[in-house]
C-alpha cells in the first residue's frame, strides 16, 4: 500500500512553455500533498505545501505565480510549471501524507523536466 | 548554515565493512528524525526513523543525541546493494509536518 505516482516521468520542454505534473496517491487518501524540488548534487527542497480544497502554502523564495498548485481531490495534486525557463530543470518530486502527526510522507517517483 | 548539514562522501567501502554517517541538525524545535535512501536519479525511500533510544533494523542502527542535535546511522556488513545517497532528514512541525532534508552522503560499496 502507499503507493503515490507522477505523470509524467520526464518531458522536455521549449522556454516559454508551460508544463503540468500530476500527482496521485492509488490506495489511500492524502489530506496533505508535498512538492519537491532536487538540483543536481543538492537537497531535496520544500516548494510548497497543499491541503485538499485549500490554496497551497509556498515556501520563500517559490513564485505562486509561476508554480500554480491545485489540490482538487483526496488523491490528486498538480503542479503547473508556468512560462518555463531553462533554470527550472530539475527533477520535480511530490509526497502525500494522511491526516494526523508524524505521518509518513510517501513519495512519489519524481518527473524530470528539461527546459531548452 | 544548512539547517541540515551531511558529510557529502563519497564513501568507498568494501563489501563488508561497517561505516558510520554523522548528521547535524540546527533547529532545536525539530520533532522526529530519519533517515532516507536515495538512489541515482530515484526518489527517496524511508529506511529508518531515529529515536533517542536508538534504534536497529537488521544491519542499520541510527542513533539521536538532542543534546548535540545530532544524528548518526551505522551499517553494518555493507552490501553492494547498500550503494545509494543517504539523507538525513528532520521533521520540523509548526502546524504542519515540514521536512527538512540534508544533502545526502554517497556511500558505494565495492567487491
Known amino acids: 500500500g502507499a503507493v503515490v505516482s507522477q505523470h509524467p516521468s520526464w518531458v522536455i520542454c521549449k522556454s516559454g512553455t508551460s508544463v503540468k505534473i500530476e500527482c496521485r496517491s492509488l490506495?489511500?487518501?492524502?489530506?496533505?500533498m508535498f512538492w519537491y524540488r532536487q538540483f543536481p548534487k543538492q537537497s531535496l527542497m520544500l516548494m510548497a505545501t497543499?491541503?485538499?480544497?485549500?490554496?497551497?502554502?509556498?515556501e520563500q523564495g517559490v513564485e505562486k505565480d509561476k508554480f500554480l498548485i491545485n489540490h482538487a481531490s483526496l488523491t490528486l495534486s498538480t503542479l503547473t510549471v508556468t512560462s518555463a525557463h531553462p533554470e527550472d530543470s530539475s527533477f520535480y518530486i511530490c509526497?502525500?501524507?494522511?491526516?494526523?502527526?508524524?505521518?509518513?510522507?510517501?513519495f512519489g517517483p519524481g518527473t524530470r523536466l528539461t527546459v531548452l | 548554515r544548512k539547517e541540515v548539514e551531511q558529510d557529502p562522501g563519497p564513501f568507498n567501502v568494501p563489501e563488508g565493512a561497517t561505516v558510520a554517517f554523522n548528521c547535524t541538525y540546527s533547529?532545536?524545535?525539530?520533532?522526529?528524525f530519519f533517515w532516507y535512501r536515495q538512489d541515482c536519479r530515484k526518489e527517496p525511500k524511508l529506511l529508518m526513523s531515529?529515536?533517542?533510544s536508538g534504534n536497529e533494523d537488521g544491519r542499520f542502527t541510527a542513533q539521536l543525541n538532542r543534546a548535540s542535535q545530532y544524528i548518526s546511522l551505522l551499517i553494518r556488513d555493507s552490501k553492494l546493494s547498500d550503494s545509494a545517497t543517504y539523507l538525513c532528514?528532520?521533521?520540523?512541525?509548526?502546524?504542519?509536518?515540514?521536512?527538512?532534508f540534508g544533502t545526502g552522503t554517497r556511500l558505494q560499496v565495492f567487491p
Open positions: 509526497s502525500a501524507a494522511t491526516s494526523g502527526a508524524y505521518n509518513e510522507q510517501f
Open positions: 490506495d489511500f487518501q492524502a489530506t496533505t
Open positions: 497543499s491541503n485538499e480544497g485549500s490554496k497551497a502554502t509556498y
Open positions: 533547529n532545536s524545535a525539530s520533532q522526529s
Open positions: 531515529v529515536y533517542s
Open positions: 532528514v528532520v521533521n520540523i512541525r509548526f502546524g504542519t509536518d515540514k521536512l527538512i
